[in-house]
């Protein structure tokens, strides 16, 4: 900076003793040498402010998801969080940090107490959302949400795409296959988990109609299904929702219901083409007035 | 103490000198021997023990005379003869009388030797020698030890299992701690449990000679034998499927016996197993199921787990358990074909989760891939 600023004075005060054709006294190179420090100043004032506004341009967003189903999704995700905590110290009950956890962490008491605590926060968000699929909004989302022969040819050109054998990413609507096949099996996971837990938890019940095996079975696929459940999350779900370099470190949409409107062109085109088709011309925001809202419905 | 052993030490003989004794009277009193009437003078020939042997003086005035005794009351004697036949057989056969009783300087002694105990040697890092594999030191804070300490004249010492002079090894089948010779020693003050026990599947294999049988000790131990709720003991609930498991996960012993082995794992595998092992103390353990000394096989009648009794045996905690629990099997590993249905749906789980973790992973790293790909094609995109 103190380079340009001298080089700056010098080329002035050239220009000036050319034109005047005599050399400047003091008073007057002082003076530029102000004049040229201000300017730099302001100019690196300007630069500074339009880096900060920069992003707020960018930051138009839709609304994605309702804050209901925001709130199911926290449920569920809390529920989930104190099941596998609890749950995987059972099904691994032989090993080391299992016994470390019973032994000087919580008791087999307290952890059946929080297992069931996730149970019913899981059977709570069940019915929650089955009654949800019910209203208008429920039906459409449960429309968007039907899986599709398309999915399937998304798959493969999304496959072909990440080989390189095509240049395009397919276009996805609302939801993408991946999306669609994580809402299934979190369906049919539930579906297993609730029917084989609440056995479990009223065996004293269900000891008078069911035999013993039967019991053997609901275990084996309570813990069956709990494992290949907590190896989706951590691989499939925390890679889409957390480290994907697209969201990384962490997708915020399920908490806050909006997505970007360039995370949602690039990820969700089809939505967004009917979105601009359906919706009347809305105001584009100006520019350092915040982020504008596009309803989703 | 009825002896179980008695006829044995009892056994008489002829020959040898005759003590007439007279004895100090009254509990407590010194033994004072205040005349030793020696009726037939030293014979020629000993049977057991020759005039050479270190401890013939011990016998050949007295001990060695089946009548030798002492009135502790009136009407009451206390035999003080010992079958040295027997003492030569014993483990301490090559002991003098005095490396035990050890206050006896001068024989014939003037005072009642101090009463002595096995474990003034049998403790541990003894420098004599003496054998504490099977800890008998611990027998002071067992239910016996306490018993006696407390004065309780029923309890068992030492002797009482082992006799005091014809102590034998565990391996000797005359020893009363042989194994097949346990249960009869502990019936002497447990007799209705012996009865269940001979009634139960291992007290009937004992009686076939099927060594390998559970005897009294093996579930209770021998020294360190607690009452069930002290959680030292074998049984304690969280103790007792490790005590079964000795020999029921012995493979070697089970099979030539055609009993399965794989009940302990597949119980430490159930819900019961898991809830005791970590202090659920009221889940089943293999003894709520399965009683103890009588204990029977599934396919007996009487036995609580015959298919016809297990909804009243589940029924003690489960109380709706109905006939139902009686079908399919009761001990299965998930992983062993055996296990049937149990299997499928384990098996379908397994290839499931292998199938579905290594599809996720590959799409992972596939789609890590294409955004590399594209990266490197459009470095501004």
């Known amino acids: 900076m103190a380079d340009s600023e001298e080089q700056l004075t010098r080329e002035l005060q050239r220009e000036l003793e050319q034109e005047l054709e005599r050399p400047l006294d003091d008073a007057e190179l002082r003076r530029i040498k102000e004049l040229v420090r201000a300017q730099i100043e302001k100019e690196l004032h300007a630069k500074s402010r339009a880096a900060k506004e920069k992003p707020q341009e960018a930051e138009e967003y839709f609304v994605r998801f309702s804050m209901n189903f925001c709130l199911q999704h926290l449920v569920l995700a809390i529920g989930v969080i104190l099941l596998t905590i609890t749950g995987l110290p059972i099904k691994f009950h032989d090993s080391a940090w299992a016994e470390f956890i019973f032994r000087h962490i919580w008791s087999l008491e307290v952890n059946r107490i929080i297992h069931r605590v996730g149970a019913s926060l899981l059977m709570l968000v069940s019915v929650w959302h089955i009654g949800w699929l019910m209203t208008h909004a429920g039906r459409r989302e449960l429309r968007e949400l039907l899986p599709r022969v398309k999915d399937f040819w998304d798959f493969i050109a999304h496959v072909k795409f990440m080989l390189g054998l095509s240049p395009e990413r397919p276009k996805f609507g609302r939801y993408s296959y991946s999306e669609k096949f994580e809402y299934w099996a979190l369906v049919w996971g539930t579906a297993v988990m609730v029917i084989s837990g609440l056995m479990l938890w009223f065996h004293r019940i269900a000891l008078a109609y069911f035999p013993k095996y039967i019991f053997d079975v609901a275990l084996q696929a309570h813990s069956g299904e709990a494992l290949l459940a907590i190896l989706a999350l951590v691989t499939w779900h925390m890679y889409h929702a957390h480290f994907n370099p697209d969201v990384f470190p962490m997708n915020m949409t399920i908490f806050t219901g909006k997505i970007s409107k360039k995370r949602m062109m690039e990820e969700h085109p089809l939505e967004y083409e009917q979105l601009i088709a359906l919706s009347p011309p809305a105001p584009l925001p100006s520019e350092g007035e915040g982020g504008g809202v596009r309803g989703v419905g | ?262 009940q302990v794992e597949a119980f430490k595998k159930s819900f019961h197993g898991i809830a005791i092992e970590f202090g659920i103390l009221k889940s089943a353990h293999c003894i709520s199921c399965h009683e103890y000394h009588k204990i029977l096989s599934s396919r007996d009648p009487r036995s609580p787990i015959h298919p016809l009794n297990l909804a009243q045996t589940c029924g003690q905690c489960h109380p709706n358990a109905s006939s139902n629990v009686a079908r399919g099997r009761f001990h299965i590993i998930p992983s062993d074909p055996d296990a049937g249905i149990v299997f499928w749906v384990y098996e379908f789980y397994r290839w499931l989760i292998i199938v579905m973790t290594s599809f996720f992973v590959l799409y992972i790293v596939l789609d890590l891939y294409g955004r590399w790909r594209h990266a490197r094609r459009r470095p501004h995109g």
């Open chain 2, 1 to 262: 103490m009825k002896k179980l052993f008695t006829a044995r030490h009892l056994k008489m003989r002829a020959g040898g000198a005759k003590c007439a004794v007279a004895l100090a009277r009254g509990f407590g009193a010194r033994l004072i021997v205040l005349s030793v009437i020696m009726v037939g003078l030293i014979p020629i020939s000993w049977p057991g023990y020759s005039q050479r042997d270190p401890n013939a003086r011990c016998l050949l005035e007295c001990h060695a005379n089946p009548g030798f005794k002492r009135e502790v009351a009136p009407g009451q004697f206390r035999a003080l003869f010992v079958d040295y036949e027997q003492f030569k057989a014993s483990v301490h056969g090559e002991k003098l009388c005095v490396d035990c009783h050890t206050d006896v300087t001068v024989i014939p002694h003037q005072r009642r030797p101090e009463q002595i105990h096995c474990l003034q040697c049998h403790y541990q890092g003894n420098v004599v020698g003496a054998p504490v594999s099977e800890r008998p030191e611990k027998y002071k804070e067992s239910v016996h030890g306490k018993a006696f300490e407390r004065g309780d004249p029923n309890a068992p010492d030492c002797k009482n299992c082992h006799t005091v002079h014809s102590v034998r090894a565990h391996t000797d089948p005359l020893s009363p701690v042989y194994r097949v010779n346990i249960p009869k020693t502990c019936a002497s003050c447990h007799v209705e449990i012996y009865t269940d026990y001979l009634e139960g599947v291992h007290g009937q294999a004992l009686r076939n000679n099927v060594l390998e049988s559970a005897v009294c000790s093996d579930c209770h131990r021998e020294h360190d034998l607690f009452p069930p709720d002290d959680p030292r003991s074998s049984l304690h609930p969280q103790n007792v499927a490790n005590t079964c498991a000795r020999c029921h996960t012995d493979v070697s012993i089970m099979e030539r016996r055609g009993v399965p082995v794989k």
